[in-house]
T-cell receptor
Framework: DAGVIQSPRHEVTEMGQEVTLRCKPISGHDYLFWYRQTMMRGLELLIYFNNNVPIDDSGMPEDRFSAKMPNASFSTLKIQPSEPRDSAVYFC????????????FGPGTRLTVL | KNEVEQSPQNLTAQEGEFITINCSYSVGISALHWLQQHPGGGIVSLFMLSSGKKKHGRLIATINIQEKHSSLHITASHPRDSAVYICAVIKDFGNEKLTFGTGTRLTIIP
């Protein structure tokens, strides 16, 4: 398996633009997580899905952020409009519940908002 | 005050030394994870613990639920172990949300 795939790996955009980050989880996994990592706040969970259904979105910072999972093999995290404080590395991870609950992380998308 | 505290924040050691990284938490948990973040940024899950001890190669993780404390040990440390080690807890049964510590940056000198 190729592991969790994220695209793009790097994104530079200007304030006010819409940004869409994409994630393909590992086939067969039924949980998908979106995380954000910054120097100031470290790693934070934004939202997670179970069987394509959002379970906990309490970490989504504000209405400018939205996440969808239209099917088991694809999820998006959208920021509209983007702001410089959204600059961070965004990780997607997936897992399945079978004892270990190990989460497999994607390589991350480094977002810079100018 | 963070719900998950790690110590030390930074640790530098010589190759071959025995390493201990500590994690204390102030909330009830259902499980605790140890993660490793490589210098290039990639994150790997090392262990998930709900009780006792787990071992994988040179890595050992322990947890004491009563004391709300976990430790990650590395035996015979090697420069390739240099990374940031992150402790994270799951606070609620049935909710997979992770709450993270701030990480411990480990540097192993040859």
């Amino acid at each position: 398996d190729a592991g969790v795939i994220q695209s793009p790996r790097h994104e530079v955009t200007e304030m006010g633009q819409e940004v869409t980050l994409r994630c393909k989880p590992i086939s067969g996994h039924d949980y998908l997580f979106w995380y954000r990592q910054t120097m100031m706040r470290g790693l934070e969970l934004l939202i997670y899905f179970n069987n394509n259904v959002p379970i906990d979105d309490s970490g989504m910072p504000e209405d400018r952020f939205s996440a969808k999972m239209p099917n088991a093999s694809f999820s998006t995290l959208k920021i509209q409009p983007s702001e410089p404080r959204d600059s961070a590395v965004y990780f997607c991870a997936s897992s399945w519940i079978r004892g270990d609950n190990e989460q497999f992380f994607g390589p991350g998308t480094r977002l810079t908002v100018l | 005050k963070n719900e998950v505290e790690q110590s030390p924040q930074n640790l530098t050691a010589q190759e071959g030394e025995f390493i201990t990284i500590n994690c204390s938490y102030s909330v009830g948990i259902s499980a605790l994870h140890w993660l490793q973040q490589h210098p290039g940024g990639g994150i790997v899950s090392l262990f998930m613990l709900s009780s006792g001890k787990k071992k994988h190669g040179r890595l050992i993780a322990t947890i004491n639920i009563q004391e709300k404390h976990s430790s990650l040990h590395i035996t015979a440390s090697h420069p390739r172990d240099s990374a940031v080690y992150i402790c994270a807890v799951i606070k609620d049964f049935g909710n997979e949300k992770l709450t993270f510590g701030t990480g411990t940056r480990l540097t192993i000198i040859p």
